[in-house]
């Protein structure tokens, strides 16, 4: 049984006062719920007030970006060994803005996947295809393309430490929330891609989150399908209420 895995993309959004002032209003609104894991993924500024402000909670940390080597002359980078240091224990890699924004290949996400797993981080790997793709009929090609190149020769081990993220671009900010049966189908084949790679036993235990406009109107029926095992949430999570009502949404 996997357990349901939400996390809150901030993006380049709060303060480090604001973010605090999140997690104050977030902690109360999440109480109760159990059987979920939550991890929140401020910007690198706010990691280590918000990494002190959970400290002894059950919510998690996780960052959005890292560098795959350990150290060295790479002006503005972070390594996971510094994530690690603030108390991360999540770092979201490949997402559909680095891939576009700042040009992120199958092969670098791949290389920040292995390294964040030799630090100790969980890497949540996006993958997802654009509009322009999606009506071309691609979709299936271009997932495949990216879980293969982003997950490679992580073993068994790395893959079972490893939650992956179908986020279709199109979804994203948008409002336009894949349907459940879109999502679900791209989910199985995610699965399918796994059992490929490593087998039944890693396929069925890997979570696959999903992202792309989730919000506490659409959670609970897409977090309801048999390969949606949670999400992946940018705008709703900038709100407490919103975002604990999606958590709420993957209750089973
Ligand atoms: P959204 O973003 O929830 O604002 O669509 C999701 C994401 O980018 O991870």
Excluded at 140 to 156: D, N
Aim: hydrophobic share 45%.
């Amino acid at each position: 049984m996997r357990k349901p895995i939400v996390a809150g993309n901030w993006k380049m959004n709060k303060t480090v006062a604001e973010a605090r002032a999140l997690v104050a209003e977030l902690q109360p609104a999440l109480a109760g719920v159990s059987g979920v894991e939550v991890v929140l993924c401020p910007p690198f500024t706010a990691l280590a007030a918000v990494g002190a402000a959970l400290h002894g909670t059950d919510l998690g940390l996780g960052a959005q970006n890292m560098h795959a080597e350990k150290s060295g002359a790479y002006t503005g980078e972070i390594s996971a060994g510094m994530l690690r240091e603030l108390g991360c224990s999540y770092v979201i890699l490949g997402h559909s803005e680095r891939r576009t924004l700042f040009h992120e290949t199958d092969e670098l996400v791949n290389k920040k996947a292995k390294a964040a797993l030799a630090a100790g981080l969980r890497p949540i790997v996006c993958v997802g295809e654009t509009l322009a793709e999606r009506e071309a009929g691609q979709t299936e090609a271009v997932v495949t393309a990216q879980v293969g190149g982003s997950l490679a020769h992580l073993g068994a081990e790395g893959l079972l430490r490893t939650v992956v993220a179908y986020e279709p671009v199109w979804a994203i900010g948008t409002g336009r929330t894949a349907t459940t049966a879109q999502a679900q189908a791209v989910h199985a084949l995610i699965r399918r891609l796994l059992l490929n790679m490593a087998g039944g036993s890693v396929a069925e235990a890997v979570r696959i989150q999903y992202g792309g406009s989730m919000k506490p109107g659409n959670a609970r029926e897409l977090m309801s399908q048999p390969d949606i095992d949670g999400g992946l949430i940018g705008g709703a999570s900038l709100e407490a209420g919103s975002f604990a009502g999606i958590v709420r949404g993957a209750v089973k």
